[in-house]
């Protein structure tokens, strides 16, 4: 069966460090788009960040942009967000999933829905 499954959440201080994981299961990794996507208490859900299954180009909303890094390893079917400088605001959970279309338009970071989701998992940002 199809699956991703997200690892790597905590809790951690405001300015320091996590590295989430997703790894996927059932299909190759290498021929999808793969996103990160976050969804705090009473707030929609929102893109972060996501990484090309042709290039390997990265995009990145402005919110993360200069602290966030996306990148994959196809031999170990993974993708990983290594966040760096968290904020209180970065606080939510975190998704992987495989949005149709993502990268940036205008300047801006644009991305579609994924088809598969992963789990979930809790960051929390707090002192």
């Known amino acids: 069966q199809v699956q991703l499954v997200e690892s790597g959440g905590g809790l951690v201080q405001p300015g320091g460090s996590l590295r989430l994981s997703c790894a996927a299961s059932?299909?190759?990794?290498?021929?999808?788009?793969i996103g990160w996507f976050r969804q705090a208490p009473g707030k929609e859900r929102e893109g972060v960040s996501c990484?090309?299954?042709?290039?390997?180009?990265?995009y990145y909303a402005d919110s993360v942009k200069g602290r966030f890094t996306i990148s994959r390893d196809n031999a170990k079917n993974t993708v990983y967000l290594q966040m760096n400088s968290l904020k209180p605001e970065d606080t939510a959970v975190y998704y992987c999933?495989?949005?149709?279309?993502?990268?940036?338009?205008?300047?801006?970071?644009?991305?579609?829905?994924?088809?598969?989701w992963g789990q979930g998992t809790q960051v929390t940002v707090s002192s």
């Open positions: 999933a495989t949005p149709r279309v993502c990268g940036y338009y205008s300047g801006t970071y644009y991305y579609t829905e994924g088809d598969y």
């Open positions: 059932g299909f190759t990794l290498d021929y999808y788009a």
């Open positions: 990484i090309s299954s042709s290039d390997g180009s990265t």
